[in-house]
């Protein structure tokens, strides 16, 4: 992660660092990145640059960190749309993602060039490995009423399956663009397998897991 002196920077000098990341990372792979270009098209020394960042991995990994927290608090934001409901987040996600295609976003705009040209990434650029996510801010917008249970770990772990199954439908969907009413599909009956559960412990249970998994109400 970047040094203390880094974040010491004024924040003009700081944001043209990032800004000639982004740039030079939408270009090229991963790769084939150049800190001398990034430099270059940040006006700084090169001694410079490693006074803020370890390599060229440690900037990217911090570009990657700046791209979760743009997501958590779209996740925050559809999570207060949709008056707590963590179960309606995937879809409604995927469809502006999906819609907005990058055009009028420049965040979603870099996202998707980025993944375009590192075909390696998984959805771990999206899903933090960490044991604390989701974040606060999006725990305390959860209608728990709608579990099973409303305990914070419980509800941790459907959180986590939830976004991990829109981060694997996103990239799929970069990948093969044609098919994102396929994965839009398969998005929401994983959402619909989370919510409800595997095990039907009545044959009323098994019927109504049936109807949902092809195209009816969720739970």
């Not at 663009?177 to 044959?203: D, K, M, Y």
Request: proline share 5%; charged share 25%.
């Amino acid at each position: 992660m970047p040094t203390g002196t880094f974040f010491r920077l004024p924040k003009e000098k700081r944001q043209r660092l990032i800004d000639a990341a982004w740039e030079e990372f939408t270009q090229v792979r991963f790769t084939e990145a150049s800190i001398n270009k990034i430099i270059k098209g940040a006006h700084i020394p090169r001694g410079s640059f490693y006074q803020y960042f370890e390599d060229k991995e440690d900037l990217f990994r911090y570009l990657q960190g700046e791209m979760r927290e743009y997501f958590a608090g779209l996740m925050s934001e559809l999570l207060s749309n949709a008056k707590g409901d963590p179960f309606a987040i995937p879809l409604a996600a995927f469809d502006r993602f999906v819609s907005q295609s990058g055009d009028t976003d420049p965040v979603l705009l870099r996202f998707i060039q980025v993944m375009q040209r590192n075909r390696w990434l998984d959805s771990q650029w999206l899903v933090p490995t960490h044991p604390h996510f989701p974040p606060e801010c999006l725990l305390g917008h959860v209608d728990t009423s709608r579990l099973r249970f409303d305990t914070q770990d419980f509800l941790e772990h459907v959180f986590f399956l939830l976004i991990a199954s829109l981060a694997y439908a996103v990239m799929e969907t970069l990948r093969a663009p044609e098919s994102w009413e396929q994965q839009r599909e398969r998005l929401r009956q994983h959402v619909a397998i989370i919510q409800c559960g595997s095990v039907a412990t009545s044959s009323e249970e098994y019927a109504a897991a049936s109807q949902i998994l092809q195209g009816g109400k969720l739970c």
